[in-house]
């Protein structure tokens, strides 16, 4: 059988299975295909499945809309942050020159990386649209590197499912699948249009997911850790989301 008629197949099948026999079947449907998210057994699971299970089949590959530079928003809109932690004070007072992106979990290498050191990997930039499952959205540039060259360089190993990222804020901790880990748009930044990237956007490095809901875009990233199994992080869902009542995967 193609690939293609697979994938139908197996869509069809797990919407199908999911209405005439509910979330149970439809989750062992989608686990056997390897398309369950890590909240699947939360309060909206099912509905988690089947769209992560969809769009995992039809839109591996796919590439998030980029948008000429005339259209960038000329006031992007912050979003409101808590206070920050101290230790992001400090950091920022020194000009977040002692800033640590550390890489650890199952990789070959595990590396510690300053803002500069991160500016040494492979330049890339984009143009895309940031939405708030809240409703607004705006247009702007981001330039930094892509996550698989920082993830290439540590050396991730092939058992390795997802990478679960942190931020210096103790609340905000995400994880992503390879598919979207590995994805050429998906870049660690530090600069947002003419400039530098402004710390009301997530300096010194913020990652953005611009095939995901900006909720997936988290800012101040300190840590990145390659792991096969969500089991160990938080409430095993995947990310702070769902503890909350968002989906683990947002994809847009
Ligand atoms: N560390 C951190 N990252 C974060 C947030 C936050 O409060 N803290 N808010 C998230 C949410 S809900 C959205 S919609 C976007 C907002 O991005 P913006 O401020 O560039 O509009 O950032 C995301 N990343
Ligand atoms: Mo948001």
């Given amino acids: 059988m193609s690939s293609i008629s697979r994938r139908k197949l197996i869509t069809a099948g797990i919407a199908a299975t999911a209405g005439v026999a509910g979330v149970g079947a439809a989750w062992r449907l989608g686990r056997s295909a390897g398309l369950v998210p890590p909240d699947c057994r939360s309060a909206f699971g099912a509905g988690a499945t089947l769209t992560y299970g969809a769009q995992r089949l039809l839109t591996r590959h796919s590439m998030a809309r980029e948008f000429p530079r005339s259209m960038i928003s000329k006031a992007p809109f912050g979003n409101e942050l808590a206070p920050p932690p ?6 920022q007072a020194g000009g977040f020159a002692d800033w640590k992106l550390t890489v650890d979990g199952m990789v070959a290498h595990p590396l510690t990386l300053s803002p500069s050191d991160l500016r040494r990997f ?3 930039s984009q143009i895309t649209e940031i939405s708030c499952e809240e409703g607004w959205s705006y247009i702007a540039e981001w330039i930094g590197t892509p996550l698989y060259e920082v993830l290439h360089e540590a050396g991730v190993l092939p058992q390795a499912r ?3 990222y942190r931020s210096i804020e103790p609340f905000w901790w995400d994880s992503l699948d390879m598919a979207d880990a590995m ?3 998906t870049l660690l930044t530090y600069a947002m249009n003419d400039g530098e990237l402004p710390v009301r956007f997530g300096a010194p490095i913020r990652l953005r997911v611009p095939r995901q809901l900006g909720y997936k875009s988290m800012k101040f990233i300190v840590r990145l850790t390659a792991t096969d199994s969500m ?3 938080g409430k095993g869902l995947g990310s702070a989301s769902p503890e909350v009542g968002y989906s683990w995967y947002a994809g847009i």
Wanted: charged share 35%; hydrophobic share 35%; glycine share 0%.
């Fill in 183 to 185: 994805h050429p748009q």
């Fill in 231 to 233: 089991k160990n992080f």
């Fill in 86 to 91: 101290e230790e992001f004070k400090r950091l």
């Fill in 122 to 124: 492979p330049v890339r």
């Fill in 162 to 164: 997802y990478i679960v």
